[in-house]
């Protein structure tokens, strides 16, 4: 029952009794006396009603005094007392709780007082002892830390539904390219797998795990190469990160950027072909100058003929020898070649950049198939894939080819298709024999080697025989590993600086609908804007946006979005004393249009969490359209929270919920020192609010709702 209908149910009780009681006891009298006494009272009770009417009307006020004073001096006070008190034990027990109520409610606040002192001393006591255990706790951080910023490799570590619980520098600046188009770093905790890698890809290798898992045996690992969102290629080897259980809790990626692989691999079998070549021709050169002498004697016979024979001979064995290492080094660069699980349109995007950039080709994409998968050797079959369109180039004049890739079974016929240019049967074959050359790069590998290794075939097919019909190479290329899914078990669902958080591994948003989720389970983006003013619908517009990521109960104050707006409108001169922003700060700053995006993927899939939200939020809904985005997110607001757990006091802004509950503030109206200040705010919030019950979105959401301030717009 809310405070007012309290009031009037007591004051009307209180003025029921006082006015009843008498009124009872007059008719009980009236009963007992003669007709004609009756009649006599009678008369005078109605002679001297307006005097009872006023005394009822002075009873009834009468009445209500007392109850307020009661109300002010013991309900009221021990409202307030208990909101106090709340916080003193949730959040701040420096508090010290004040009263303005009665003796006995102020000996009450004295005793509370006393029993936060208590509190005080037994925290000081166990920070005390658990000080030594956080620092060793920080020296094994420390090292993991230092550990994974040296590794040359990117290090990202995810669980089954794809939050990133770990990562290092490295991984940070691979995907760094694709984050700074987007407007704020891709890779951060708590943030979605799925932005920076294709989700298949990932689920395939998820999937593929959990399959060797369950078969048993050494511990599982696989290897695919996939595109990041900035068109870098990427190989990820992937390995399961198990739980106590020994069930996969999440995945471990290493990332290397093999981009360059093609080229470096080319200059480095460049350079041995160039030295296998200059070894060569000095052997010829001496043996046939040891053929001359052997022909030609011109001094002792005996003498002579020993000489040429042995230069002969080793000449012979020189030129056996460099024959030999380079077999053996085609056969070694065949027994290197790892398969590894790659999306054919990958592949074919791989091979098309290949072809046009080293033979000048137009190379297009044909039918594909953006589910499947091959098993291949990328650089191997892009250099076979470069070595067949020379070919066509140079003995056909083919100047324009097309990739494409449909599945065969098991298989995948990957066609490289022209027209016009006709090509005999018997030029396959010797194609197949010859050493690989693409330009001036050559590898003793042969494409019969590369089709070997895949367990592969290729082979010439024609559309017709008429003049101009076309013609196509197809190969037919193993797929990738089939993998049966396996059903996911049911789960439920940061220094140097803080990279990484474990505590994640526990928390799964796949089983429950986002607003029966806990509290403490969400992730949240607290964001402020600064403005020209205070009217959005009259012109007013946004002039900084900043923000910062909660995870796991924890304020990531590495992982925050700030940016300036160019306003295109002059500033008021009231509101920049506020928020100190002079115009020329402003200058050459992108519109809001440009930086609503970028900051709508920086929250992507969080909860938003502002103060005062419904203002800001109204800034935002008045430039969705022209920004393309729109912010369908849960909108949580401190304002509104404060007011659920303290309806008695009336100071619900920043600085008095900061003040309240033990935050220093620190860095006030600058758009991201209040959506910092506003982020340690809620935390405490959270923690409150969980004492009174409201743990899931909803009952937040609900609670929120409820409250006198809900009822403000903009």
Same mark, same amino acid.
């Given at each position: 029952?809310?405070?007012?209908?309290? $009031?009037?149910?007591?004051?009307?009780?209180?003025?029921?009794?006082?006015?009843?009681?008498?009124?009872?006891?007059?008719? *009980?009298?009236?009963?007992?006396?003669?007709?004609?006494?009756?009649e006599?009272?009678?008369?005078?009770?109605?002679?001297?009603?307006?005097m009872?009417?006023?005394?009822?009307?002075?009873?009834?006020?009468?009445?209500?005094?007392?109850?307020?004073?009661?109300?002010?001096?013991?309900?009221?006070?021990?409202?307030?007392?208990?909101?106090?008190?709340?916080?003193?034990?949730?959040?701040?027990?420096?508090?010290?709780?004040?009263?303005?109520?009665?003796?006995?409610?102020?000996?009450?606040?004295?005793?509370?007082?006393?029993?936060?002192?208590?509190?005080?001393?037994?925290?000081?006591?166990?920070?005390?002892?658990?000080?030594?255990?956080?620092?060793r706790?920080?020296?094994?951080?420390?090292?993991?830390?230092?550990?994974?910023?040296?590794?040359?490799?990117?290090?990202?570590?995810?669980?089954?539904?794809?939050?990133?619980?770990?990562?290092?520098?490295?991984?940070?600046?691979?995907?760094?390219?694709?984050?700074?188009?987007?407007?704020?770093?891709?890779?951060?905790?708590?943030?979605?797998?799925?932005?920076?890698?294709?989700?298949?890809?990932?689920?395939?290798?998820?999937?593929?795990?959990?399959?060797?898992?369950?078969g048993?045996?050494?511990?599982?690992?696989?290897?695919?190469?996939?595109?990041?969102?900035?068109?870098?290629?990427?190989?990820?080897?992937?390995?399961p990160?198990?739980?106590?259980?020994?069930?996969?809790?999440?995945?471990?990626?290493?990332?290397?950027?093999?981009?360059?692989?093609?080229?470096?691999?080319?200059?480095?079998?460049?350079?041995?072909?160039?030295?296998?070549?200059?070894?060569?021709?000095?052997?010829?050169?001496?043996?046939?100058?040891?053929?001359?002498?052997?022909?030609?004697?011109? *001094?002792?016979?005996?003498?002579?003929?020993? $000489?040429?024979?042995?230069?002969?001979?080793e000449?012979?064995?020189?030129?056996?020898?460099?024959?030999?290492a380079?077999?053996?080094?085609?056969?070694?660069?065949?027994?290197?070649?790892?398969?590894?699980?790659?999306?054919?349109?990958?592949?074919?995007?791989?091979?098309?950049?290949?072809?046009?950039?080293?033979?000048?080709?137009?190379?297009?994409?044909?039918?594909?198939?953006?589910?499947?998968?091959?098993?291949?050797?990328?650089?191997?079959?892009?250099?076979?894939?470069?070595?067949?369109?020379?070919?066509?180039?140079?003995?056909?004049?083919?100047?324009?080819?097309?990739?494409?890739?449909?599945?065969?079974?098991?298989?995948?016929?990957?066609?490289?298709a022209?027209?016009?240019?006709?090509?005999?049967?018997?030029?396959?074959?010797?194609?197949?024999?010859e050493p690989?050359?693409?330009g001036?790069?050559?590898?003793?590998?042969?494409?019969?080697?590369?089709?070997?290794?895949?367990?592969?075939?290729?082979?010439?097919?024609?559309?017709?025989?008429?003049?101009?019909?076309?013609?196509?190479?197809?190969?037919?290329?193993?797929?990738?590993?089939?993998?049966?899914?396996?059903?996911?078990?049911?789960?439920?669902?940061?220094?140097?600086?803080?990279?990484?958080?474990?505590?994640?591994?526990?928390?799964?948003?796949?089983?429950?609908?986002?607003?029966?989720?806990?509290?403490s389970?969400?992730?949240?983006?607290?964001?402020?804007?600064?403005?020209?003013?205070?009217?959005?619908?009259?012109?007013?517009?946004?002039?900084?946006?900043?923000?910062?990521?909660?995870?796991?109960?924890?304020?990531?104050k590495?992982?925050?979005?700030?940016?300036?707006?160019?306003?295109?409108?002059?500033?008021?001169?009231?509101?920049?004393?506020?928020?100190?922003?002079?115009?020329?700060?402003?200058?050459?700053?992108?519109?809001?249009?440009?930086?609503?995006?970028?900051?709508?993927?920086?929250?992507?899939?969080?909860?938003?969490?502002?103060?005062?939200?419904?203002?800001?939020?109204?800034?935002?809904?008045?430039?969705?359209?022209?920004?393309?985005?729109?912010?369908?997110?849960?909108?949580?607001?401190?304002?509104?929270?404060?007011?659920?757990?303290?309806?008695?006091l009336?100071?619900?802004?920043?600085?008095?919920?900061?003040?309240?509950?033990?935050?220093?503030?620190?860095?006030?109206?600058?758009?991201?020192?209040?959506?910092?200040?506003?982020?340690?705010?809620?935390?405490?919030?959270?923690?409150?609010?969980?004492?009174?019950?409201?743990?899931?979105?909803?009952?937040?959401?609900?609670?929120s709702?409820?409250?006198?301030?809900?009822?403000?717009?903009?």
């Amino acid at each position: 029952m809310r405070g007012g209908s309290k $009031f009037a149910l007591w004051t009307a009780a209180l003025a029921a009794a006082a006015i009843g009681l008498p009124a009872a006891l007059g008719l *009980m009298l009236a009963a007992g006396l003669g007709p004609e006494e009756q009649e006599t009272l009678r008369r005078i009770v109605s002679a001297r009603a307006p005097m009872l009417a006023f005394v009822a009307v002075i009873l009834v006020l009468a009445c209500g005094g007392v109850v307020a004073w009661l109300f002010r001096e013991y309900v009221g006070a021990l409202r307030g007392l208990t909101e106090q008190t709340q916080v003193l034990l949730g959040v701040n027990d420096e508090l010290r709780v004040r009263t303005e109520g009665a003796r006995e409610v102020a000996e009450l606040a004295a005793v509370i007082n006393r029993l936060g002192e208590a509190q005080r001393r037994l925290r000081r006591d166990f920070e005390a002892r658990a000080q030594e255990a956080r620092a060793r706790l920080e020296e094994e951080r420390n090292r993991l830390a230092a550990l994974m910023s040296e590794l040359a490799e990117g290090v990202l570590v995810c669980n089954t539904d794809g939050r990133i619980l770990l990562y290092n520098e490295q991984a940070r600046a691979l995907f760094a390219a694709a984050g700074e188009a987007a407007g704020g770093g891709l890779v951060g905790l708590g943030r979605s797998m799925f932005a920076l890698l294709d989700r298949d890809q990932i689920a395939h290798a998820l999937e593929k795990l959990q399959h060797s898992l369950a078969g048993g045996g050494a511990p599982p690992s696989t290897r695919l190469v996939a595109p990041s969102p900035s068109g870098r290629l990427l190989r990820i080897d992937a390995a399961p990160f198990l739980n106590a259980e020994g069930g996969m809790a999440g995945l471990v990626l290493t990332l290397a950027d093999v981009t360059g692989l093609l080229d470096r691999e080319a200059q480095h079998l460049s350079l041995l072909q160039t030295l296998a070549a200059g070894v060569r021709a000095p052997v010829a050169n001496l043996r046939a100058a040891a053929e001359n002498l052997a022909a030609f004697p011109d *001094m002792d016979a005996g003498r002579r003929g020993r $000489f040429v024979q042995i230069i002969a001979a080793e000449s012979q064995t020189l030129s056996g020898a460099i024959d030999i290492a380079l077999r053996e080094y085609a056969d070694a660069l065949k027994a290197s070649i790892a398969l590894e699980d790659m999306r054919a349109v990958d592949l074919v995007r791989v091979a098309r950049r290949r072809i046009a950039a080293s033979l000048g080709i137009a190379a297009e994409e044909g039918d594909l198939d953006d589910g499947l998968w091959l098993r291949v050797d990328s650089f191997a079959f892009v250099q076979a894939l470069a070595f067949l369109a020379a070919r066509l180039r140079d003995e056909h004049g083919v100047r324009r080819l097309e990739l494409s890739v449909r599945p065969a079974g098991r298989f995948a016929h990957l066609d490289l298709a022209w027209r016009g240019a006709s090509v005999t049967p018997e030029a396959l074959p010797a194609w197949e024999s010859e050493p690989m050359r693409v330009g001036s790069e050559q590898t003793p590998l042969t494409l019969r080697d590369v089709l070997e290794r895949h367990g592969g075939e290729v082979w010439l097919e024609r559309e017709g025989a008429a003049q101009g019909a076309g013609a196509r190479l197809r190969f037919l290329m193993p797929a990738g590993e089939p993998v049966a899914a396996v059903p996911r078990p049911g789960r439920a669902v940061e220094s140097r600086p803080e990279y990484y958080d474990f505590d994640l591994f526990a928390h799964s948003g796949a089983a429950r609908e986002l607003q029966e989720r806990s509290l403490s389970e969400l992730s949240y983006t607290v964001f402020d804007t600064e403005t020209t003013g205070l009217e959005p619908s009259a012109g007013d517009e946004i002039i900084s946006i900043g923000a910062v990521r909660i995870v796991n109960g924890r304020l990531l104050k590495n992982e925050v979005f700030e940016q300036l707006v160019d306003p295109r409108r002059p500033l008021d001169p009231q509101s920049a004393r506020v928020h100190g922003i002079e115009p020329r700060a402003l200058a050459g700053q992108p519109p809001i249009e440009a930086v609503l995006p970028a900051f709508h993927r920086f929250c992507e899939e969080t909860v938003l969490v502002a103060h005062n939200a419904a203002f800001d939020m109204r800034f935002f809904e008045l430039k969705q359209a022209a920004a393309g985005v729109r912010f369908t997110q849960p909108v949580l607001d401190t304002l509104l929270l404060s007011a659920v757990l303290h309806p008695s006091l009336e100071d619900h802004k920043l600085e008095a919920i900061a003040q309240r509950l033990g935050v220093r503030v620190i860095g006030r109206h600058t758009a991201l020192g209040d959506a910092l200040l506003a982020g340690e705010i809620f935390l405490r919030l959270v923690a409150l609010l969980a004492q009174r019950g409201v743990t899931t979105l909803r009952q937040a959401l609900e609670a929120s709702r409820d409250t006198y301030y809900a009822r403000l717009h903009y």
